[in-house]
């Protein structure tokens, strides 16, 4: 299989602090991926960076096949325009922790919009695809109402739906369960469970749910300080982990490991 | 009073032209506080320049010199408008400058998390904030564009100093035919009222239907 993200020495700064230092990375076509971590060791980050929301301050990333960063003008490898990043932006899709659906819409209006907008379907064929994606998150129900009058997990699973519309080949779902109450989150993860197994979308999810991440994952990511401390199997991340800052980050999560 | 109600036929007269002076205003406010308040926050410097000269120059200077200006000075360089458009255009021009204050802060409202799941879902610039962001801005206008409107109806009465006859210049007319200068003004004075009750009404009506189904201001909390 080829891969569909590439990071090549990637560096990214917020001032003083360095999130990503020389960060290399490799994500195969259609692989699961999950990143763990503790907080502000950059898994977030690499999310934000694929998704165009932040810039990077070195190295190359590219996105099936051609640089996301840059693009090349006459032989020469520029900062990538606007233009540019519209265009790769169309593999992408994210799913926010807050959810950030629009508020001004209703639910099916949140999932059909960008298609009638962006994706140029007509008024049918996006209502068609809301409503099969309404069914896909068991929100068959609720989709005429706004957004504030629905619980967390079902504005999140609206949110996995509005994503899921526009065909993204490559998914990422940023602590999508953080902001939720607990007993919302299993109604989350189950629709993520579900899409991981039954679609070929590469999919990368920042996540503390470590459960989830186990049966999620092709492949964990152990991050720490802005670097991959240690990447493989579910199975050998958890079970036997061999770095020690893996094991003392595990610890706190004691009952999820075996 | 009786005298004063005998000129009810220019009283009328006067109400509409200060209802017309008012509404035109508004509209042509609108504009300009539309594309004055997006002006503010271009990425482009020189757009940006340009707005906050125009806002500090109609908020800086007199209501009543700018309309004098408009209707008695341009016209030495070959710009004539007639008294109504000059007031229209004087009311329009400073109460936009206000207006684009309460576009630029409502826009700047609408929350960071809404451009980025914009950005996501791969809109245009244009289309995230005719699509996305304008939309929550508006309900967030609308209560600070009432009080505008009312302040602009207040401003037309200046514009009977241009010879416009508005309320307040058959005010001025009422008094000098009768000898009465209570009973005119009293009248106008509730008159003023009514309509500025009226427009209050309007604009509560505006604000009920966008806010319909809504809840922007508590979005984004969780």
Same mark, same amino acid.
């Given at each position: 299989?080829?891969?569909?993200?590439?990071?090549?020495?990637?560096?990214?700064?917020?001032?003083?602090?360095?999130?990503?230092?020389?960060?290399?990375?490799?994500v195969?076509?259609?692989?699961?991926?999950?990143?763990?971590?503790?907080?502000?060791?950059?898994?977030?980050?690499?999310?934000?960076?694929?998704?165009?929301l932040?810039?990077?301050?070195?190295?190359?990333?590219?996105?099936n096949?051609?640089?996301?960063?840059?693009?090349?003008?006459?032989?020469?490898?520029?900062?990538?325009?606007?233009?540019?990043?519209?265009?790769m932006?169309?593999?992408?899709?994210?799913?926010?922790?807050?959810?950030?659906?629009?508020?001004?819409?209703?639910?099916?209006?949140?999932?059909?919009?960008?298609?009638?907008?962006?994706?140029?379907?007509?008024?049918?064929?996006?209502?068609?695809?809301?409503?099969?994606?309404?069914?896909?998150?068991?929100?068959?129900?609720?989709?005429d109402?706004?957004?504030?009058?629905?619980?967390?997990?079902?504005?999140?699973?609206?949110?996995?739906?509005?994503?899921?519309?526009?065909?993204?080949?490559?998914?990422?779902f940023?602590?999508?369960?953080?902001?939720?109450?607990?007993?919302?989150?299993?109604?989350?993860?189950?629709?993520?469970?579900?899409?991981?197994?039954?679609?070929d979308?590469t999919?990368?999810?920042?996540?503390?749910?470590?459960?989830?991440?186990?049966?999620?994952?092709?492949?964990?990511?152990?991050?720490?300080?802005?670097?991959?401390?240690?990447?493989?199997?579910?199975?050998?991340?958890?079970?036997?982990?061999?770095?020690?800052?893996?094991?003392?980050?595990?610890?706190k999560?004691?009952?999820?490991?075996? | 009073?009786?005298?004063?109600?005998e000129?009810?036929?220019?009283?009328?007269?006067?109400?509409?032209?200060?209802?017309?002076?008012?509404?035109?205003?508004?509209?042509?406010?609108?504009?300009?506080?539309?594309?004055?308040?997006?002006?503010?926050?271009?990425?482009?410097?020189?757009?940006?320049?340009?707005?906050?000269?125009?806002?500090?120059?109609?908020?800086?200077s007199?209501?009543?010199?700018?309309?004098?200006?408009i209707?008695?000075?341009l016209?030495m360089?070959?710009?004539y408008?007639d008294?109504?458009?000059?007031?229209?255009?004087?009311?329009?021009l400073?109460?936009?400058?206000?207006?684009?204050?309460?576009?630029?802060?409502?826009?700047?409202?609408?929350?960071?998390?809404?451009?980025?799941?914009?950005k996501? %879902?791969?809109?245009?610039?244009?289309?995230?904030?005719?699509?996305?962001?304008?939309?929550?801005?508006i309900?967030?206008?609308?209560?600070?564009?009432?009080? %505008?409107?009312?302040e602009? %109806?207040?401003?037309?009465?200046?514009?009977?100093?241009?010879t416009?006859?508005?309320?307040?210049?058959?005010?001025?007319?009422?008094?000098?035919?009768?000898?009465?200068?209570?009973?005119?003004?009293?009248?106008?004075?509730?008159?003023?009222?009514?309509?500025?009750?009226?427009?209050?009404?309007?604009?509560?009506?505006?604000?009920?239907?966008?806010?319909?189904?809504?809840?922007?201001?508590?979005?984004?909390?969780?």
């Open positions: 299989m080829e891969n569909i993200i590439q990071f090549e020495n990637v560096s990214k700064s917020f001032g003083d602090l360095q999130v990503l230092n020389k960060l290399n990375l490799e195969k076509d259609g692989e699961k991926l999950a990143l763990i971590g503790p907080s502000g060791s950059g898994k977030t980050t690499i999310l934000r960076i694929l998704m165009t932040e810039t990077i301050d070195d190295g190359f990333v590219s996105v096949g051609e640089y996301l960063w840059h693009e090349k003008n006459d032989g020469k490898i520029i900062p990538a325009s606007e233009n540019h990043l519209h265009k932006r169309d593999h992408i899709g994210m799913v926010f922790q807050q959810f950030n659906l629009f508020p001004h819409l209703t639910a099916i209006e949140n999932v059909q919009q960008p298609q009638t907008l962006i994706k140029k379907k007509t008024d049918a064929e996006a209502k068609e695809k809301a409503e099969e994606l309404f069914h896909l998150v068991g929100l068959g129900d609720k989709k109402q706004y957004p504030h009058q629905l619980s967390g997990g079902q504005q999140q699973r609206v949110a996995i739906a509005r994503a899921l519309a526009m065909d993204p080949k490559i998914m990422l940023d602590e999508v369960t953080s902001a939720l109450d607990p007993e919302l989150v299993d109604e989350v993860l189950t629709v993520l469970r579900k899409l991981a197994s039954d679609s979308t999919m990368l999810t920042v996540t503390h749910e470590m459960n989830f991440a186990r049966e999620f994952a092709d492949r964990v990511l152990f991050f720490d300080s802005g670097q991959i401390v240690e990447s493989g199997k579910p199975e050998s991340i958890f079970s036997n982990p061999t770095k020690k800052r893996t094991k003392e980050f595990l610890k999560f004691i009952n999820n490991v075996n | 009073m009786n005298e004063v109600i000129f009810y036929p220019i009283l009328i007269k006067g109400t509409i032209t200060t209802i017309q002076l008012t509404v035109l205003g508004a509209i042509l406010a609108l504009i300009v506080s539309f594309i004055v308040g997006l002006a503010r926050i271009s990425s482009f410097a020189a757009i940006r320049v340009i707005a906050i000269v125009y806002l500090e120059f109609f908020r800086g007199s209501a009543l010199v700018q309309m004098f200006f209707y008695f000075v016209p360089w070959g710009i408008f008294a109504l458009t000059a007031g229209v255009v004087a009311c329009g400073n109460v936009g400058a206000y207006g684009s204050e309460v576009v630029r802060g409502a826009v700047l409202a609408v929350g960071k998390e809404q451009h980025e799941a914009s996501a %879902l791969n809109y245009s610039i244009y289309k995230k904030y005719r699509y996305v962001i304008i939309p929550q801005a309900p967030i206008m609308i209560p600070t564009f009432g009080n %505008l409107l009312i602009l %109806l207040k401003l037309t009465a200046v514009a009977s100093l241009i416009i006859s508005d309320l307040t210049f058959m005010a001025q007319i009422i008094r000098v035919q009768t000898a009465l200068t209570l009973e005119p003004f009293l009248l106008i004075l509730i008159i003023y009222f009514i309509i500025a009750t009226i427009l209050v009404q309007i604009v509560d009506l505006i604000a009920k239907k966008f806010s319909k189904g809504r809840n922007i201001m508590t979005a984004g909390d969780k």
